[in-house]
């Protein structure tokens, strides 16, 4: 399975904008690139993705570089419920598939 | 609308004891998915299911562990006898396959702990 990699941890102050970035150098081309994130206590939970194109929805917005070699999820105004595991995840069929997670990052943020 | 429902929600039990999770999927869904997570080894996939059979097992640890799906609403994962080292968060998680790439959809987990 193609990997991926993203910082351990980072931290944000309340209402500000959030960039956390996913290296995946080995991508294949049908390989979707899928986020999720895990709150405390809870399973994780689906945030967005996408194959080629930036995409967004009400959650957050993911930026796919041209080469689809990194990513970047992205969430406008962060608040203290956002804090939480990311996850970025490759895969081919990602509803239809099981997902590898990674470590993720671990998002702190600040009031 | 209902999602990925699991129980019990926590499991407190001796080893050596048999062990079953049980998981309702949302309704429509047809793959089912079983993973485990601990502090060691993270989020793993041990299981999943389309259409109500198996498709890869390949993550299932050891032939203590059994995984069923006796009809597209209901799932369960036996664990016989039970370890401690097999104490994690089961969770399940269901999608459908519409001919575009769909989400999973977790439930709250099982906490299981193994004395």
């Known amino acids: 399975d193609a990997k991926t990699t993203q910082p351990n941890s980072m931290e944000s102050n309340e209402e500000e904008p959030v960039h956390l970035p996913c290296n995946h150098s080995?991508?294949?081309?049908?390989?979707?690139i899928h986020w999720y994130r895990q709150l405390p206590s809870q399973g994780p939970e689906y945030v967005i993705h996408?194959?080629?194109s930036n995409v967004n929805n009400r959650m957050a917005s993911l930026a796919i570089a041209e080469d689809r070699k990194s990513s970047t999820l992205i969430l406008h105004r962060a608040t203290l419920r956002d804090a939480a595991v990311y996850y970025c995840?490759?895969?081919?069929?990602?509803?239809?598939?099981?997902?590898?997670f990674g470590k993720g990052t671990h998002l702190i943020i600040q009031p | 609308d209902a999602g990925v429902i699991q129980s019990p929600r926590h499991e407190v039990t001796e080893m050596g004891q048999e062990v079953t999770l049980r998981c309702k999927p949302i309704?429509?869904?047809?793959?089912l998915f079983w993973y485990r997570q601990t502090m060691m080894r993270g989020l793993e996939l041990l299981i999943y299911?389309?259409?109500?059979?198996?498709?890869?097992d390949s993550g299932m640890p050891e032939d203590r562990f059994s995984a069923k799906m006796p009809n597209a609403s209901f799932s369960t994962l036996k664990i016989q006898p039970s370890e401690p080292r097999d104490s994690a968060v089961y969770f399940c998680?269901?999608?459908?396959?519409?001919?575009?790439?769909?989400?999973?959809?977790f439930g709250d987990g099982t906490r299981l702990s193994i004395l």
């Open positions: 080995t991508i294949s081309g049908t390989d979707y």
């Open positions: 995840i490759l895969s081919p069929g990602g509803g239809a598939d099981g997902l590898t």
């Open positions: 998680a269901s999608s459908s396959w519409t001919g575009y790439d769909q989400p999973q959809h």
């Open positions: 309704s429509g869904h047809d793959y």
């Open positions: 299911f389309n259409n109500n059979v198996p498709i890869d």
């Open positions: 996408g194959l080629t």
